[in-house]
């Protein structure tokens, strides 16, 4: 691997740092499985990780590693089967409005315009605020996704990035202590993912909110984050070593494109997850290889056709 930096408590300390500010979520040695009997699958296996206050975190992984079961736990909707799991020292027993998600498919409700899926929650969440303070906050947000020329459209009047951008907007609308996105772009087409990536940094940069962001995009996650840490391949997927962004912020994407730590740190991600993914296929392959079966040795008796055959017979 690169000499890339790698951060976070799986390194030794060395010399003076400024100390990493408090972790606003902490999961220690959280396991995971679904189903019972012989259908059970063991999918997080003794997870640790601090989600510090302020700032953003990508975990990256393969598909079907258990990133999404990562999410659902942070969010209150998965329970961990073992270990500790909490938000500012208490247990995350369930969802709550202080952990916004936004899911790879919006779920938004058809009947409603931009303005009105908005609004819902905002509504809910700030009933003691008047309702002209409850529409500014609604409109606020609308422009900071950049839908205000759509507010009256419905979920199919708009497009795939559109309609991501309104699930995104009433996330933030409710002001979520931790923002969890759980690969929120992963359905969009590659130009319109590309100016959304750019818009989420934007946006982060404004308002600095701590945030876990989901993805198996390794240069979203350069882009984007802080530290990244890998998630190694399932079943029984761990964490791996934090990787440490010291891109300057605010970032572009374009000039990146060009920079050799861009591209050094790209690798380092890179080849750690393919070098772990394969180290578990190899062991899945040793694990199901049966002894060779010795087979008898036997000859016919003849090959001659029995005389009875019926050859060129329909079917
Ligand atoms: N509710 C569930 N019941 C049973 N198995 C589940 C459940 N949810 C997830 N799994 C299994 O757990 C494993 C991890 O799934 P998960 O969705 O967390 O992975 P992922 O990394 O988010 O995948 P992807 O990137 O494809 O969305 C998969 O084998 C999946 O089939």
């Known amino acids: 691997m690169m000499n890339v930096a790698v951060s976070d408590e799986a390194r030794p300390k060395t010399g003076v740092r400024a100390p990493a500010p408090p972790a606003l979520i902490s999961m220690k040695q959280v396991c995971k499985g679904y189903g019972s009997g012989e259908s059970r699958v063991e999918v997080l296996e003794n997870i640790n990780l601090n989600l510090r206050q302020g700032e953003f975190l990508a975990v990256v992984g393969f598909s079907g590693s258990g990133k999404s ?53 905002v509504d809910r969440v700030f009933q003691h605020w008047s309702k002209a303070d409850r529409r500014a906050h609604v409109e606020k947000f609308i422009e900071m996704v950049g839908l205000t ?36 772009l992963s359905a969009l ?14 946006i982060w940069e404004e308002e600095r909110q701590t945030c876990l962001l989901i993805t198996n995009d390794v240069d979203e996650a350069i882009l984007l984050a802080d530290r990244i840490v890998p998630l190694n391949a399932g079943p029984n997927a761990s964490l791996g070593p934090a990787f440490a962004v010291q891109l300057d912020r605010p ?6 494109n060009d920079s050799p ?33 010795q087979l008898p040795d036997l000859k016919p008796r003849s090959m001659r056709l029995p005389s009875k055959a019926i050859l060129n017979a329909p079917i």
């Not at 590659?190 to 990536?197: I, P």
């Not at 970032?251 to 990146?256: D, G, H, V």
């Open 69 to 121: 079961t990562l999410t659902k736990m942070l969010a209150g909707l998965e329970t961990p089967d073992s270990g500790t799991l909490e938000m500012e020292g208490q247990p995350i027993i369930g969802p709550s409005q202080e952990r916004g998600i936004v899911f790879q498919n919006y779920s938004l409700l058809p009947w409603l315009t931009v303005r009105g899926n908005i609004s819902l929650s």
């Open 149 to 184: 020329h759509a507010v009256h459209r419905r979920p199919h009047e708009l497009s795939g990035g559109m309609r991501q951008r309104v699930s995104l907007a009433r996330t933030l609308a409710m002001k979520p202590k931790v923002l969890l996105l759980d690969e929120p």
């Open 189 to 202: 087409d590659a130009l319109t993912r590309s100016v959304l990536q750019e818009e989420i940094l934007k």
């Open 251 to 256: 970032r572009n994407k374009t000039a990146l």
């Open 261 to 293: 730590q861009f591209k050094g740190l790209r690798n380092a991600v890179t080849n750690y997850l393919v070098a772990v993914r394969q180290k578990s296929r190899d062991e899945q392959q040793m694990a199901s290889e049966q002894p060779p079966i």
